[in-house]
C-alpha cells in the first residue's frame, strides 16, 4: 500500500491483505473494443496496483454465435497499446488457467453437478409454453412473473413421469426465501427483496452452462476478492452472492464474499448510454486519430472518478497510488470529445520532440506522406520540424496536415478554400515581391527569411502582415494554417520554396 492511503482502503479491503487483493477484468469478445469496457479495465488495474495485489484477464466467451476470435485479438492489442498489463491471463496463463471460459467447460460440469447434488440447484423440466403460461396468469393477478420454484419440489414419480415423456431439463439455483443485501463499494447498502430473486438457470437443456453460472464461478475459484464493473450487470449482482455464498458452502470455494462495485454507465451525446454499436465508443477511433495511450488512460480515468484538488493532469502511476474506488461517483459520466482531445494535447505537448517525431510516423506513413521505412533524411526533417507543431497539436493525426507540405517532393496539395480565398489576382504583385527577395537570400535562415520577406512586403508594398505572409503560406504550404511561417521555409529549403512560388504565380488567375 502507498503512503498516504487513506482509511478507505481498511474499509475497502476487509480481510484481504492488500497483497492478496486480485481483480479481473472479463470482457466478452464480441465487437470492438469500446471505450467503457476500457475504462472498466483502467479501473481495475489502478485498483489491484493500488494494493500491489494481482490483475487477472480473463475472456469469458461462453457464447459462441457472438464471440469472434478477432474481437479477442482486438482486445488483447487493444491493451497493450494502452500498456494496461495484467498479471494472469490467455496469453501469458497463470496458477488459474486456462484464463478462457471457452477452455473451462469441465470445471462448470463439474460445479454444476456438485450443486445439484448437494440441492443447490434443481432441474426444472417446465417447457417455455408452460413458463409462459404461468407467467402470464401471474401478471394478470398482480404477482411477481420469475420462475415460480414449481420444479423445486418434484416427486421422484413426477421426474420419471417427465423424463418417460422425452423433456430434457434445465438447472436452476436455489434461491434463499431471504432477502439479500450487500455493500457496494460505490453505492452503499443495496437490498434486494426476496420476492425479486428467482430461482434462475444456470445450464441450459443442452448442457450449455450460462453467464449467471460460469461468470461467478471464475471469479469464486480463481480467488476473485473484488469485482469492479459496470453498472448495467448490477442487477445480477445479488444472485450472484447467493451463487459464491453455496459454492463456499460446499466447499468449491473459500475466503471470503467478493465485494463490488459498480461502475458508472459512460454516456455519450444526449446522455445515453454509449454502446458497442456507436462509433465514438470505439477505442480503434481514437486510435486512429492520434490520441497517445497516455492521454487517452488519463481521459478515461476522469470518466467517474478524480484524483482530487481540481486536477486533470496525471499519469498512471499517480492514479494507482490515489485510487480510491469508493470515491468513484455513482453518477453517469459523459465522454467529452473536447475534453478528451485537450487532455491528450496536455501530453502531446510533453513529450521530448524526438519521441513525439517517433510517434507521428506511422500517421505520416498511413496518410502517404512519408515512405516505409522512413529515409533518413525525412526522418532528419521531421526532428526538426516537431518542435514547430508541438504546441499546435492535440492528436497526432494532425501532423498530416500540418507537416504534409515539408514531405511533398514536388507542388504542394492545395486546399480548395484556401486557394479561393488567398490565391486571388490581388496576390499576384506579393507572389512575385516574395519570390524576387527570397531569389537573394544566400543565407536562408529563418531571421533572413523573415527579414527579407517583411521588408519586400511590409516596407516597400505596404501591406499588412496578414496580408503580405497569407498568400506566401498558402503558395509554400498550400493552407491557410501552417506551422510558423519563416521556419517552416527554412526547412523547405530555398529550391522548393522557389519552385513553388512560381507554381503557384502561374495558377494565379487574371
Ligand atoms: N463478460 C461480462 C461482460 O462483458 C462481464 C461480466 C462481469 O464483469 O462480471 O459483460
Ligand atoms: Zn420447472
Redesign the pocket.
Known sequence: MTDGAGSSDALVLGDVAPADVRV?????P?GNPHVG?IR?ALYNSAFSRHFGGTFVFRI?DTDAARDSEESYEAMLEALRWLGLHWDEGPDIGGPYAPYRQSERHDTYASVAAKLLETGRAYHCYCTPEELDERREAARAAGKPSGYDGKCRTLTAEQVAAYVEEGRQPVLRLRMPDQDVTFVDLIRGEITVDRFNLFDYVIVRANGQPL?PLV?PVD?AVMGITH?L??E??LS?TPR?LVLHQALRDIGVASGPLPRFGHLPLVTGEGNRKLSKRDPESSLQLYRDRGFLPEGLLNYLALLGWSIGDDREVFSMDEMAAAFDVTRVNSASARFDLKKAEAINGVWLRRLSPDDLAERMVPYLQAAGVLASPVPAESMELLRAATPLVQERMTVLDEAVGMLGFLFAPGPVAFDEDAVAKVLTADARPVLRAARDRLAEDEKWTTESIEAGLRSALVEELGLKPKHAFGPVRVAVTGRRVSPPLFESLELLGRDRTLARLDAALARLPG
Not at 479481473?24 to 466478452?28: H, T, V
Request: aromatic share 10%; proline share 5%; charged share 25%.
Open positions: 479481473r477484468y472479463s470482457p466478452s464480441t469496457v472498466t469469458e453467464y461468470n471469479d469485482v464493473r459496470g448495467d450487470l445480477s450472484q
